[in-house]
């Protein structure tokens, strides 16, 4: 038996030809009025979709995006640094500690969560209240800008 030979069990089935009287009424299955209704019905492009949801508002482009602050708690200061080590965003990305955000350095925050017994030096990352404290009293020294 070769595959030439070969025929199907069942006829294929037909496509049900709709809106052209007989027994599905007046509106053959497809509603009463709108596009769908009507015959060779042709739907909106998906690109007038797209283009009506892009925003038009003047100059969206250019507005400042926020940069992505990355929050570290004091404890893994402590864990990772020794006595009088300097600490910015850099040194954290190169001990691995933080990642690049899309090839970028993220803005710092050193959070206050746990305990801080070396004296540390941190440069250029945000802080928050208890963190500045519990550095503070560490006898730390704390410069905001670089």
Known sequence: MESYNLKPKHKPKKKKRVGRGGKRGTYSGRGMKGQKSRAGRKMQPMIRELIKKYPKLRGYRARMRKKKIVGINITILDEK?????????????EKKIIKRIK???????ILGRGKIK???????????KAAKEKIKQAEGTIKIKD
């Open 103 to 109: 090839g970028k350095i993220p803005l710092v925050k």
């Open 81 to 93: 640094f020794k006595v009088g080590e300097i600490i910015n965003p850099k040194v954290l990305i």
């Open 118 to 128: 070396k004296k540390l030096i941190i440069k250029g990352c945000q802080m928050s």
